[in-house]
C-alpha cells in the first residue's frame, strides 16, 4: 500500500464516518491518524515532528485535540458502531427541528 492510497482510504473513512464534521477538522484528524500510523506514538510533540513544519503542525494538533465541538465518545461510539457493522453517524434518527 503506497502513501497515498492510505491517505485516500483514510479520508473516505473519515468522510463516512464523520459528515457533519467541517472539512479542516476532517483533515487534521486524517493527517493526524496518519502520522499515529507511521510514528506509531501518542506523544504530540513526536507527531508533530512527523510534519514538515514543527511549529505550525503542534499548533494545529493542540486545536484539533482541544476542539470543544468535537466529542470524543461520540465520535468513539460512531466507529465502534461502523466497525460492528451497525449505523453509523449518518444513519442516526435527527432531533426533532433539526
Given amino acids: 500500500m503506497t502513501q497515498h492510497s492510505l491517505t485516500t482510504g483514510l479520508e473516505q473513512y473519515i468522510n463516512t ?3 457533519e464534521t ?3 477538522q476532517r483533515k487534521a484528524f486524517r493527517d493526524f491518524v496518519a502520522a499515529l500510523l ?5 506523544c504530540q510533540a513526536t507527531l ?3 510534519f514538515a513544519n514543527f511549529e505550525a503542525a503542534s499548533r494545529r494538533l ?4 482541544h476542539n470543544p465541538r468535537l466529542d470524543p465518545q461520540d465520535q ?7 466497525g460492528r457493522g451497525g449505523p453509523t453517524a449518518t444513519d442516526r434518527p435527527r432531533p426533532c427541528g433539526a
Avoid at 468513539?76 to 461502523?82: E, Q, V
Fill in 17 to 19: 464516518m464523520l459528515p
Fill in 62 to 65: 493542540t486545536r484539533w485535540l
Fill in 22 to 24: 467541517h472539512s479542516h
Fill in 76 to 82: 468513539a461510539r460512531t466507529h465502534a458502531r461502523a
Fill in 38 to 42: 507511521v510514528v506509531r506514538t501518542c
Fill in 48 to 50: 508533530a515532528r512527523s
